[in-house]
């Protein structure tokens, strides 16, 4: 009885044996033909065209290029209008400088012209006080020339509201409409540009009899 027990459980053995020996059956062949593939693909270069990548890259350097030249023009564009504009403002600068001290400068001529003008009878010729004066002026109107200051020819010519202001006017058929008859303030320019009007009276022509006629009625009826 013991040998019988013993040999079965060498038979136990055996078979617990060649089960724990038995090769375990996987899927390998499924891996190496399913992840072993998508790894490939993973890690595969993708192919590209080397002439359409130069192409692109052309592509953009043009464009790149392109706009940078535009900077460039309007860069230059804005600097040489700059350029002209403070040579502009500088010119007019130095032409314009004095422009307040000319003009502060005007009443004093004024009243040298009409010093002279009332001591201008016979009586007065010769005069020291007087040449003095007219020597006065001379220096001053010099000084003016040489700083590009000069009057304006008004009288005679026809009136101009750019460079005259009329404060009168003057029924006359002696001169034609809007001719500058008399000069009240003489105007100047300084480098083409009005430092100060002429004040000036300019003719009118004159109404006809009869408007004045029923003009002085109506003043009497009134």
Same mark, same amino acid.
């Given at each position: 009885?013991? %040998?019988?027990? /013993? ?23 499924? *891996? ?6 998508? $790894? ?8 590209? #065209? ?5 192409? !692109? ?7 790149? %290029?392109? !706009? ?7 860069? $230059?564009?804005?600097? !040489? @209008?700059? /350029?002209?504009?403070? %040579?502009?403002?500088? *010119? ?7 422009? $307040? ?20 009878? *016979? ?23 040489? @700083? ?9 010519? $026809? ?17 034609? !409409? @809007? ?26 022509? /004159?109404?006809? %009899?009869? #408007?004045?006629? /029923?003009?002085?009625?109506?003043? #009497?009826?009134?």
């Amino acid at each position: 009885m013991a %040998a019988k027990k /013993k040999i079965k459980i060498d038979s136990e053995s055996s078979e617990n044996d060649s089960k724990e020996k038995k090769p375990v059956e996987t899927d390998r062949g499924d *891996d190496k033909t399913g992840a072993v593939k998508d $790894s490939d693909k993973a890690t595969k270069p993708e192919i590209t #065209d080397p002439i359409k990548e130069l192409e !692109e890259k052309l592509k953009t350097a043009e464009e790149s %290029a392109k !706009e940078s030249y535009d900077r460039f023009l309007r860069v $230059s564009a804005e600097f !040489e @209008n700059y /350029k002209k504009r403070a %040579a502009r403002e500088m *010119d007019d600068f130095r032409k314009f400088a004095h422009q $307040s001290l000319v003009k502060e400068l005007l009443p004093i001529v004024d009243n040298l012209e009409l010093a002279i003008r009332s001591s201008g009878d *016979d009586a007065n010729v010769g005069n020291g006080l007087v040449d003095g004066i007219s020597l006065t002026l001379k220096e001053i109107l010099k000084v003016f020339e040489k @700083n590009h200051v000069k009057p304006i020819e008004a009288l005679g010519k $026809s009136f101009d509201p750019r460079y005259h202001e009329a404060v009168m006017r003057e029924e006359t058929d002696k001169h034609p !409409e @809007n001719t500058i008859t008399n000069e009240l303030q003489k105007g100047y320019l300084i480098h083409e540009r009005l430092l100060r009007p002429s004040m000036v009276v300019v003719a009118a022509a /004159k109404a006809p %009899a009869d #408007d004045k006629k /029923k003009d002085g009625k109506q003043q #009497d009826d009134e």
